[in-house]
């Protein structure tokens, strides 16, 4: 673990963005999304020899000294196997606006418990690299971005972008709260004004930051495992 975590002024609250609505993953194929009215979390669909957010968490944990699981709506609907897990659950304050929901309710949390970063696991993105949060501690310790958030290269040369795997200073959270006051919805756009970093992740197989999106994405993850 970064030894960033000895530091008094740095401490990140890991947490995992799981807050979706899932509208295309229980979509056969070719079917748009604003066609389906299913309401499927999908972190809780079996993956290998447990779930998606079970898989999520067990590699996460290491890599942070406190880790929640973020969600949309009221914990309470979620089965009882998850409370078991013991994670701390936090539900969006400002309900179906996306991941910066999510981002903004962890920031609240972080500041309330002296966290002055949080780092965040998307919970449809099951292969992140060991070395995560490490390096993006890193990027934010010893620069002065506040931000830093991952890319992966692809087989030929493309760069993706990942905004909802990165870190974030807890103190930008009045001025992400304006910009979602003002209609703002999209994590790039927010992210592109702030002092931040993109960090490279070369191709992998699989991609680090694969994300999964309909049922047939978990079901070709699988042979990754």
């Known amino acids: 673990m970064s030894d960033l975590f000895d530091r008094e002024d740095f401490r990140a609250l890991g947490v995992i963005i799981a807050g ?3 509208r295309r ?29 079970g898989h999520i968490i ?29 994670l701390e659950i936090i539900s969006d304050e400002i309900k ?13 949390l972080a500041k309330k418990n002296e966290f002055s970063h949080i780092i965040t696991f ?7 690299p060991d070395d995560y949060a490490a390096r993006l501690m890193s990027a934010v310790g010893t620069t002065d971005a ?26 930008l959270q009045e001025g992400l709260a304006a910009y979602i006051h003002d209609g703002g919805r999209r994590v790039m756009a927010w992210i592109v004004g702030q002092p931040h970093k993109e960090l490279v992740w070369d191709n992998i ?8 999106n309909r049922r047939e994405d978990l079901a070709a993850a699988e042979k990754y495992l």
Do not use: W
């Open 20 to 22: 979706g609505q899932s």
């Open 146 to 171: 506040k931000i830093a958030i991952c890319q992966s290269r692809d087989e030929a040369g493309e760069i993706h972008r990942h905004p909802t795997m990165g870190i974030y200073q807890a103190d």
């Open 58 to 86: 067990d590699r996460a944990q290491k890599q942070v000294d406190r880790l929640v699981l973020n969600i949309n709506g009221d914990a309470a609907r979620l089965p009882a196997h998850i409370a078991a897990l013991g």
């Open 205 to 212: 197989s699989p991609d680090p930051f694969l994300n999964i």
């Open 122 to 128: 998307s919970g449809d993105s099951p292969f992140f």
């Open 96 to 108: 179906d606006i996306g991941p910066l929901g999510g981002i903004l309710t962890a920031m609240k």
């Open 25 to 53: 993953f229980n979509l056969p194929p070719q079917v748009p999304p604003d066609q389906s009215q299913a309401r499927i979390d999908k972190f809780l669909m079996p993956f290998g020899t447990s779930s998606l957010l």
